[in-house]
């Protein structure tokens, strides 16, 4: 009999209602269905877990900040005594390896996410409270009065895993329940991440209506959800397409949503940095390309230099370590499938492949790493169409004819994530920075010196965000706490309100005797 | 002959290109059209605006702090040095009161916020960076990379401005040119404002493209404006149906956009309160609906109370203060076919005017001041009818039947800028108030104690904003320096970038020994 997992509603595992069909994920490494069904809910569903979290919502506004933090490390704690069964789930629905990216990096930066998010909570300045004496006004950031519904991404099935990566932190951090819909290439992974938090929140006698799953969406479905009048926001990580849908149909309903969908992480070589170290700068290109096969938001997609002897060589140099080894697994045949679209567009516009270009024979779902190249003069003619992410080991270079017209591609593109410029260290690139610099500065969230994009440090300076498309809002960043936490927030002001009815954050004590607060237009840890 | 004012572009002032039309403001105090011509511009306009504007765009972001708030300073100081002018000229198109509110009340605010806006970016704290040492990851917020559209609404000559209050101010200190767009009900005082801008830019050597003006814009060139690819972000304040759907091509276009449109202000009364100082509180009651004729965002639309004894005599109370006076003049026909509107649906949902209800006759625009009644029962059945705003002093008493109901009529509410809360002094009402302020709290921006919400204090603390459709996100607030700047600005990060290449405020040494820094976790002062 064919079994379909329940959904996480209210506390309960109960089987999705009125369920509109049924899925199962499947393995990349073999192109073959996993055994497991999972539901594709429907609007009952998103109703339920709306309503349910509605409950929900002054419970954690109540719950002091100790507990939240205790439960956002038992919760990483929980998940690391976990750690074999979600490694394996994860490596069986991604074929991500198991080592060292699910196990020795994905999994302990996803702890380490949380437990900084509890930091957070415990240290209460994340809220920014702001005091002043003299009007007796005060006011801070606060839960946003509805849940938040967190859509996970394909390609980190931990570290922004809907019910317990980056996003769902930071938005239990602030004090909202979260309607997790799981990303549906890997709905056994993030099952049993909210099996492990329901018992933790069981444990910290928390609303249980703080966490709930779902697997999946028809798309009319998702545009509901991120609309609904007791949503309180969306954080969504995925495909342009899916994303901008999304936003249009939450921008209307005035509910804020924080998409995070495609960038192309442009990487300027400077002519002295490639005559200095262009060995070195080769590697780490290509290793920032091909890590994790290619599937990082932050993967270098568009390459610029000058079309002179030390470009061609560096061509030359790149193309031998494309060339070489077998490529990973992608985590779908959908990823798969969006680099053979992309590649005919850029190829169809005039962009030639250097190397790799196909489909590698089966099993599973694998496309040969692949390097293009254009001239600038090409680029900058249709530069929307070589502007389109690919998920996989694949990035275009563009041979700019002089230094103008590298700085032209660079006026030419669209927001992205991040941007690197390489230039020589003693000096002979700096009349050419200072001029890219500025331009590029607008363009891009995270501006790189001689340094690849890949491998995003969780630290509160981080900024994973950019300007559009690259981002919904150039103002916000998806990574690094506390500044995560703002996206799921509310200002709230109290004027001439009684000591006794404020927040704690609020009165005149100091909280915790370290908090911050922005008193008189003073940071003090001071109380009044 | 005829002669139209010219725009300002690009530091010209010159005759608008293909002007689709012109416009004369009215003497609200008469009715009659002033003497001078305006144009109605058209997109040529705003694009030769735009392309301007991108070359002061580079120039701002280049400027020191100190010229910038030198900058700041001056405007404030010109202005007062053209009080005179600002005031006679501002009468005649808004007919409110020189004195106290044109000349004691607003004119002050509006240089004080200049002042304001000119100390943060001195001090250079508002742009929290953020420093990870270990990591060498440094972020903070900086300009958007385009102008800021600024609308002026018709209520606020000074304060609100397009061309010198409030959103005005925050965009300047945060970076970015400004292209203001006036109210088309004050276009000479929005002139004087750009001329002396203009005069200031010169003075402090600054980009003559970081002010530009234009009078008034046909709906659909509006929205070309707000989703232009050149525009960095829109502030705009005004009526609910332009603002919502300006917001709606800006959301677009993937275009930060603030909107301040309407709010109802609800004040509930508990019964603690009414038996205990019922004459001082309808006294703080009529000043708040009558100050500036009801012409305020924060005017008190709605006051919820209970249908007993204490109630029916708190109306009956209230009803004599609004009978009393003559009602001031309203800023345009516009505003006083608003309230028409508005009473209107009030009436035909079952409100009954208690006092007022009828347009004065002329010279001028004036309607009587207005109170209506309505009871819970039929509030409940169509609060969306009963929650217009209608400029104007005109207010609706919600007579619950009893607790329970007072508290679903405010569960029932939108998303205000402000609510309010009176309760009695020795505590009778403390057990109402902890369940009605739960509710209230996640409807409103700033939540009152025993005030009236008019009257908005310029302080660091301030929220002007609150949950849609007040704002159109609730994270940000339109008045409250440095908070307000944070509207206009992008999250930048800097990740390995050479010391001698990162904006000063991100280097290891403070640029000024005391701006605030988030660095490695703690706020603090001091150089790295």
Chains 1, 2 share one sequence.
Not at 192 to 201: K, R, S, T, V
Not at 329 to 344: M, P
Not at 492 to 505: H, K, T
Request: charged share 20%.
């Amino acid at each position: 009999m064919k079994i379909i997992h329940p959904v996480l509603t209210d506390g309960q595992w109960r089987p999705a209602r009125n369920s509109i069909g049924s899925f199962r994920a499947v393995n990349p490494a073999t192109g073959e269905e996993l055994a497991d069904f999972y539901p594709i809910s429907c609007l009952a569903d998103i109703e339920d877990a709306l309503q349910a979290a509605q409950y929900a919502v002054p419970g954690l506004i109540k719950t002091p900040p100790e507990i939240l933090a205790d439960f956002l490390d038992l919760f990483a704690e929980r998940i690391l005594a976990h750690h074999d069964d979600l490694v394996e789930t994860a490596h069986l629905e991604t074929a991500l390896p198991k080592e060292p990216r699910l196990r020795l990096t994905e999994l302990p930066r996803t702890t380490d996410q949380l437990r900084q998010a509890a930091a957070a909570v415990r240290n209460r300045s994340w809220c920014r409270a702001t005091i002043d004496t003299k009007t007796n006004i005060r006011s801070k950031y606060a839960p946003l009065g509805g849940p938040v519904a967190v859509f996970g991404p394909n390609n980190f099935p931990f570290a922004f895993n809907a019910a317990a990566g980056g996003d769902f932190a930071a938005a239990i951090a602030a004090g909202n329940p979260v309607l997790a819909k799981a990303h549906p290439n890997h709905p056994a992974t993030s099952r049993l991440f909210a099996e492990i938090a329901l018992e933790c929140l069981k444990k910290c006698r928390l609303p249980l209506a703080a966490i709930q799953l779902i697997y999946h969406l028809r798309p009319e479905d998702g545009l509901k959800l991120v609309s609904h009048p007791l949503l309180g926001a969306t954080a969504f990580t995925g495909s342009r397409s899916a994303g901008l849908s999304l936003k249009e149909a939450a921008d209307k309903a005035g509910k804020p949503i924080y998409i995070e969908t495609s960038s192309v992480n442009p990487i300027f070589l400077l002519p002295g940095a490639l005559s200095e170290r262009a060995d070195q700068i080769a590697v780490e290109l290509f290793n920032s390309c091909s890590m994790s096969a290619g599937q990082f938001c932050t993967k270098p997609g568009l390459v610029v230099f000058l079309r002179d002897e030390n470009g061609e060589r560096f061509l030359a140099m790149i193309k031998k370590y494309f060339a070489q080894p077998q490529p990973g697994f992608l985590v779908s045949r959908t990823v798969l499938e969006g680099i053979k679209t992309a590649l005919k567009a850029m190829v169809d516009h005039g962009a030639e492949i250097v190397v790799g270009g196909t489909e590698q024979e089966g099993p599973g779902f694998r496309f040969a790493n692949t390097l293009l190249r254009v001239s600038g003069d090409v680029f900058l003619r249709h530069s929307e169409e070589f502007e389109r992410e690919a998920f996989g080991t694949v990035s275009l270079c563009v041979l700019a004819k002089n230094e103008e017209q590298a700085l032209e591609i660079a006026a030419a593109l669209e927001g992205s994530l991040t941007g690197s410029i390489y230039s020589e260290t003693q000096g002979n690139d700096d009349a050419l920075y200072a001029r890219l610099e500025p331009i590029l500065r607008l363009k891009v969230g995270r501006l790189l010196n001689d340094k690849m994009p890949t491998g995003v440090a969780v630290v509160p300076a981080m900024v994973h965000g950019g300007p559009y498309p690259a981002a919904g809002h150039p103002g916000f960043t998806s990574i690094g706490i506390p500044a995560s936490l703002l996206r799921f927030a509310s200002l709230r002001c109290y004027d001439n309100v009684r000591q006794d009815r404020l927040p704690p954050e609020l009165r005149d004590k100091n909280p915790t005797g370290k908090m911050w607060r922005l008193i008189d237009g003073e940071w003090t840890q001071k109380d009044i």
